[in-house]
């Protein structure tokens, strides 16, 4: 599987070539061709905001779809409800035993689904003993449910592998040995036009110090290649590539400079978690990483969940539970069906939602402002309460107080997290090479040679005089 597969994005372009050859046709012409613009729910006539939300005249306020709100969408051009595509329930006329509950569209809550035809014979239900004679009840029962991917480790992410693809649809943590206000750490991963700097001079440090640009995959990931691209100018430093599985011990893969502002880094290894960028001496900048290899990317396709309808016929005292939609009641004598009545709720309309984001505002002043007609005199005319609603603005409410903003859990963001105390699973311990010890602090440190000789020269009684 490729990372394009979980996309879904629309790609669009501009088809004039600077000409203008544009067609406008007469009202009548577009009656003739049977091209007349089809207005949508937010274009009537009469006004209409919001979907099915705000009331016209003599019709109730609807929040939006609920569980009993199922309808059947049929054709607006087709003049009658009846015959294939309308869900319309018939019993065979050349058997009375048999029910026939036809194709078409219904239309809910999570949006459209369609309904092929299906046909049920009484004789055979009940472990083939068959309905017994009374009324009964068919439609359909609905369920939706979000699709996942396969791989569920991060829920709403999928493994997949990309060659050359952004780290920005990656399930990953970043860190930075620092950033600015104005050009932080996440706009390296970031398909903008700005870039990570770690000062405000673009300056990476000596090799002592180091400025390293860190990422974590949050499990271990075969990595093919980096390509770091920089600033025009701003790439003049040393970068040095490094890899390691704990975040403890680092191993060292490649060191290079930039090529015409792109380090083009060779990863190619054993699987590896931690993926760090160590630069010195120079220039540094990055405003896009390109990267080849697997990793946990967004799957676009758990945005959208899948629709069921389920057939049912249950006797007409039962209560039907959960969503569903009613076709139709029918009895049955004598073991065969008598007679069929149409229970159809059906709409004209597609199916044209509205989040609740959207209009959860105007909703909620819809209610407030409500209240404040039908309280007006004890709110706004009684001396006694007339001030009392100025103390209910003050409180933090849905109709006046805004409450507290949330833009998310700040756990749910991932964070390199470098560990803190390190402990030996082995206590025998032989090093081979000490690379850089700068000097013993306290009595019984390790020291090196260049820096035994450096202070028993300083302190030796010899003269080298015999």
Known sequence: ??????????????????????????????????????????????????????????????????????????????????????????????????????????????????????????????????????????????????????????????QAYVEEGSLGDIQLAYDAYSDTSLHRAAYALSAMDNSWWPNDYSGADGYLVGTHYTLDFLSDTLTTEFKVTGDQGLTTCNLAYYRSDDAIIWFKKEQLVADRDVWTIDAQGPAARYHRFFAWDGKISIKDIAYTGEGYFRDRRVLFGESNAEPFIENMEDEIKGSHILLATFSVKRGVIDKVDDKRRVTYEKYQPVTDWLTKFQDEQLRCRFDDVVNYNSSFLDPTTANFHFYDQMDDSNCWGLGEVSLGREEDTPMVKYPSEVSLSNSVVSPTTIDHVTQPVFDGDIATMPYSQFTLNDWSMDNGKY
Do not use: C
């Open 1 to 158: 599987m490729d990372s394009k597969d979980l996309s879904l994005n629309i790609a669009t372009k501009i088809r004039n070539d600077g000409l203008t050859r544009a067609k406008v046709y007469s009202p009548e012409a577009l009656k003739v061709l049977r091209a007349d613009p089809v207005k949508t729910a937010w274009g009537w006539d009469h006004g209409r905001p919001v979907y099915n939300r705000m009331p016209m005249i003599a019709e109730a306020y609807q929040k939006s779809y609920n569980f009993d709100q199922a309808l059947v969408y049929l054709d607006p051009t087709v003049p009658v409800a009846v015959g294939p595509g309308t869900l319309e329930v018939v019993k065979s006329q050349r058997d009375w035993r048999i029910i026939d509950m036809l194709d078409g569209t219904l239309t809910w809550e999570h949006g459209e689904l369609n309904v092929d035809r299906y046909r049920i014979n009484i004789t055979e239900l009940d472990n083939g003993r068959g309905l017994q004679d009374g009324m009964y009840q068919v439609g359909y029962r609905l369920a939706h449910a979000n699709q996942t991917p396969g791989d569920s480790r991060y829920p709403g992410f999928s």
